[in-house]
């Protein structure tokens, strides 16, 4: 844990230095906390932690909190927090979203350095959702202040860095790629079934459930042995939108759900393929569903939208499954590559991403 300079383009460590990492209501949800905990582990190898986390928020929810090992204080409100950073001796501070950078930034009078976990295009998110122009328009603004108050920025996606380029004409130098990573491994003593489908996940309208049923059905009328298992809690949902579907498809779907890494990894580990679907939106155009790692971890081939962050590009690069139009039929012969082959390159992919030298080349260069 020692303070970090770049010399001669080396990574050399002189006297320690603390990172102060922010947790407030809205990095609290099961999934932003689960990737969360895992950049603050990261940080936590190379720096002294602490965490500074909302009092209002359930400490419950921290699963893992403890294991880290890092130093805990609570602060009350947004003055609080301000009076709690700018009494540390820490000069770097780790926020998970950009209303944090947008409301912190007066602290870089102080000296203090900011640095955002750039989870996604909090904007357009918004508009998805609310559909108030009036708000993408606000916080475009926020976000692109928050961008330039940044002395570096965590990605999920290397697609985020065009979109930021594009849409504010900023080049962000300072950068690491950490996108949402699998911990799944492929149990190599389960045969994989033959023509055998999976989709793993909910049966909201933006995971495109009705993609997965058109293209299956296509896939059926020529391979009669085909089948397709949903692993998903929106039995009720998806056993509905099968309903009207012919006896022969219907007769190969089925659905369940699965509570536990275990089972997740053996019934993964039996599938050839895996669906995954998005419309062609800016948010999944940036985005790095844990979906698609999660299938090629476990040795499935992925059939993935043309349009889906990084993921459909490497797909197409390295013929790791098939990139689907949605207009012509997918030819499963195209795909060769072994279920050992692909988890090798998705381990050799993680190897690069994990890194050590990540965050201290990202804290390092944002002190010069």
Same mark, same amino acid.
């Given at each position: 844990?020692?303070?970090?300079?770049?010399?001669?383009?080396?990574?050399?460590?002189?006297?320690?230095?603390?990172?102060?990492?922010?947790?407030?209501?809205?990095?609290?949800?099961?999934?932003?906390?689960?990737?969360?905990?895992?950049?603050?582990?990261?940080?936590?190898?190379?720096?002294?932690?602490?965490?500074?986390?909302?009092?209002?928020?359930?400490?419950?929810?921290?699963?893992?909190?403890?294991d880290?090992?890092?130093?805990?204080?609570?602060?009350?409100?947004?003055?609080g927090?301000?009076?709690?950073?700018?009494?540390?001796?820490?000069?770097?501070?780790?926020?998970?979203?950009?209303?944090?950078?947008?409301?912190?930034?007066?602290?870089?009078?102080?000296?203090?350095?900011?640095?955002?976990?750039l989870?996604?295009?909090?904007?357009?998110?918004?508009?998805?959702?609310?559909?108030?122009?009036?708000?993408?328009?606000?916080?475009?603004?926020?976000?692109?202040?928050?961008?330039?108050?940044?002395?570096?920025?965590?990605?999920?996606?290397?697609?985020?860095?065009?979109?930021?380029?594009?849409?504010?004409?900023?080049?962000? &130098? &300072?950068?690491?790629?950490?996108?949402?990573?699998?911990?799944?491994?492929?149990?190599?003593?389960?045969?994989?079934?033959?023509?055998?489908?999976?989709?793993?996940?909910?049966?909201?309208?933006?995971?495109?459930?009705?993609?997965?049923?058109?293209?299956?059905?296509?896939?059926k009328?020529?391979?009669?042995?085909?089948?397709?298992?949903?692993?998903?809690?929106?039995?009720?949902?998806?056993?509905?939108?099968?309903?009207?579907?012919?006896?022969?498809?219907?007769?190969?779907?089925?659905?369940?759900?699965?509570?536990?890494?275990?089972?997740?990894?053996?019934?993964?580990?039996?599938y050839?393929?895996?669906?995954?679907?998005?419309?062609?939106?800016?948010?999944?155009n940036?985005?790095?569903?844990?979906?698609?790692?999660?299938?090629?971890?476990?040795?499935?081939?992925?059939?993935?939208?043309?349009?889906?962050?990084?993921?459909?590009?490497?797909?197409?690069?390295?013929n790791?499954?098939?990139?689907?139009?949605?207009?012509?039929?997918?030819?499963?012969d195209?795909?060769?590559?072994?279920?050992?082959?692909?988890?090798?390159?998705?381990?050799?992919?993680?190897?690069?991403?994990?890194?050590?030298?990540?965050?201290?080349k990202?804290?390092?260069?944002?002190?010069?």
């Amino acid at each position: 844990m020692k303070k970090s300079r770049i010399t001669n383009g080396k990574i050399t460590h002189n006297i320690m230095e603390k990172i102060l990492v922010i947790i407030d209501k809205y990095s609290c949800s099961t999934a932003i906390w689960t990737a969360y905990k895992k950049h603050i582990f990261s940080i936590s190898k190379n720096f002294q932690v602490e965490l500074m986390i909302d009092e209002n928020v359930n400490m419950d929810v921290l699963d893992g909190i403890n294991d880290i090992g890092s130093s805990i204080t609570t602060y009350s409100g947004t003055f609080g927090l301000y009076k709690k950073i700018a009494t540390s001796p820490a000069r770097k501070i780790y926020l998970p979203h950009i209303l944090l950078v947008s409301t912190l930034s007066p602290l870089k009078l102080l000296k203090k350095e900011l640095y955002l976990w750039l989870q996604g295009i909090l904007p357009e998110e918004s508009y998805l959702k609310n559909k108030s122009k009036a708000r993408l328009k606000i916080l475009s603004h926020i976000e692109n202040y928050s961008l330039r108050m940044c002395s570096g920025i965590t990605i999920v996606s290397n697609s985020m860095l065009g979109h930021i380029n594009k849409k504010y004409g900023i080049k962000i &130098n &300072n950068h690491l790629l950490i996108p949402c990573l699998s911990d799944l491994k492929y149990n190599t003593n389960i045969e994989k079934e033959h023509m055998s489908f999976v989709y793993v996940g909910g049966a909201s309208e933006w995971q495109k459930i009705d993609l997965v049923l058109s293209e299956f059905k296509k896939i059926k009328e020529k391979n009669l042995d085909a089948k397709l298992d949903f692993i998903s809690k929106d039995k009720d949902k998806i056993t509905n939108m099968i309903s009207d579907l012919p006896d022969n498809i219907k007769s190969s779907i089925k659905i369940y759900s699965i509570n536990n890494r275990d089972d997740m990894e053996k019934s993964l580990s039996l599938y050839q393929y895996g669906f995954l679907f998005r419309d062609n939106i800016e948010v999944n155009n940036v985005s790095s569903p844990i979906k698609f790692c999660e299938y090629i971890s476990c040795g499935i081939k992925p059939i993935i939208s043309d349009h889906i962050g990084d993921y459909s590009l490497w797909v197409k690069n390295e013929n790791l499954g098939i990139v689907c139009d949605h207009k012509s039929d997918i030819n499963l012969d195209n795909i060769e590559i072994s279920p050992l082959e692909l988890v090798k390159k998705y381990d050799n992919y993680c190897s690069s991403i994990k890194s050590n030298s990540g965050f201290m080349k990202l804290f390092t260069l944002g002190n010069n």
